[in-house]
């Protein structure tokens, strides 16, 4: 599968940007999806993910409540919403698809997601 993120860019802190994800397979509504990132110097880390029928969500500590992630199987397209953005949100943040289909629960290891998108750069200046 091909998964094509955007939405990124330069914010100031305290503001909102949106990003999606769009995949390229039917199935793409068959899976978990999640959103890492990385910032420069730091390991990959998760960030957001969703189960398959968009019933389930998990956020790492420090973005819970101010992103939100969804997604619209009908558009192969899963969002990120990210508000109150603070200068460490700044990083390049990637989706990827879980490895298996119609799991229940969602994964926060980036081992358990095996189609990964080019990712988009997010900065938040202060």
């Known amino acids: 599968v091909q998964l094509q993120a955007s939405g990124g860019g330069l914010v100031q802190a305290g503001g909102s940007l949106r990003l999606s994800c769009a995949a390229s397979e039917r199935s793409f509504g068959d899976y978990a999806m999640g959103w890492f990132r990385r910032a420069p110097g730091k390991l990959q880390e998760f960030v957001a993910g969703v189960t398959w029928s968009g019933t389930r969500t998990e956020y790492r500590d420090s973005v819970k409540g101010r992103f939100t992630i969804s997604r619209d199987n009908a558009e192969r397209t899963v969002y990120l919403q990210m508000n109150n953005l603070k200068p460490e949100d700044t990083a390049f943040y990637y989706c990827?698809?879980?490895?298996?289909?119609?799991?229940?629960?969602?994964?926060?290891?980036?081992?358990?997601?095996?189609?990964w998108g080019q990712g988009t750069q997010v900065t938040v200046s202060s």
């Open positions: 990827a698809r879980a490895l298996y289909r119609y799991r229940a629960v969602v994964s926060t290891i980036s081992g358990r997601y095996d189609s």
